[in-house]
């Protein structure tokens, strides 16, 4: 069956720094591709999706690219703010049939501090 | 604000009892999902409804059921509680969920029900 694998939190950053947060996936034939952000007692919001293999997904600064050939879609933030502290899930959706659930990994904490 | 609404936001009951998670989805969405978020398991897919009829079925246990509604509202209902259904309750829509643009098939999210089961 399908599955994500996304990195283990929690990620503490100082504000202006770099992140990656990895995300690698299981799928047969040619998944869609999301990033969900969950704020504190909020519910999920998508953040940024890719459909196709190469399209790069962005949104608040954030990107990831759907890289078919090593199965992965890391979300990635040059310089990140203490307003994206938060919980990111990377999520995949079956391309065909009538299924369309999303398949969610275990999401990653982000701290970030001032 | 995503346009789902979930009632009611907070749930505390007993172990054996039954409670009703209510979904509203966006205005014109079709499709209604239900997930449910716990510590050892994430965010899992229960179970999908597509204008009235159910339409795709995940890791549901059978003490738990759903349905949706000609108004096209949905409720879950989980009986015979356990301790280990304490969770929170995601409730997504989306235009269609069915094959087509996949602009459609974007789920909004509602801000859940956290059900503690005591």
């Known amino acids: 069956g399908n599955s994500v694998t996304q990195m283990e939190g929690p990620v503490t950053l100082s504000e202006e720094a770099f992140l990656t947060i990895n995300c690698t996936y299981t799928a047969t034939g040619y998944p869609s591709l999301f990033w969900y952000v969950q704020y504190p007692g909020e519910g999920l919001q998508l953040l940024l999706k890719?459909?196709?293999?190469?399209d790069k997904g962005s949104n608040k600064g954030f990107e990831a690219t759907y890289r078919k050939e090593t199965t992965s879609f890391h979300l990635e933030k040059g310089s990140v703010q203490v307003s994206d502290s938060a919980v990111y899930f990377c999520?995949?959706?079956?391309?065909?049939?009538?299924?369309?659930?999303?398949?969610f990994g275990k999401g990653t904490l982000l701290t970030v501090n001032p | 604000d995503s346009g789902v609404t979930q009632t009611p936001k907070h749930l505390i009951t007993a172990t054996g009892q039954r409670v009703t998670l209510r979904c509203s989805p966006r205005s014109g969405d079709l499709s209604v999902y239900w997930y449910q978020q716990s510590l050892d398991q994430g965010l899992q897919f229960l179970i999908q409804?597509?204008?009235?009829?159910?339409?795709a079925k995940g890791n549901i246990l059978e003490r738990f059921s759903a349905q949706q509604f000609p108004d096209l509202h949905s409720e879950l209902n989980l009986s015979s509680l356990e301790l280990g259904d304490s969770a929170l309750y995601f409730c997504?829509?989306?235009?269609?969920?069915?094959?087509?643009?996949?602009?459609?098939?974007?789920?909004?999210f509602g801000p859940g029900t956290r059900l503690t089961v005591l």
């Open positions: 409804y597509y204008n009235g009829e159910e339409r």
């Open positions: 890719a459909t196709k293999a190469d």
């Open positions: 999520a995949l959706r079956d391309s065909g049939g009538s299924n369309y659930k999303l398949t």
């Open positions: 997504a829509s989306s235009v269609t969920g069915l094959a087509g643009r996949s602009s459609y098939n974007e789920q909004f």
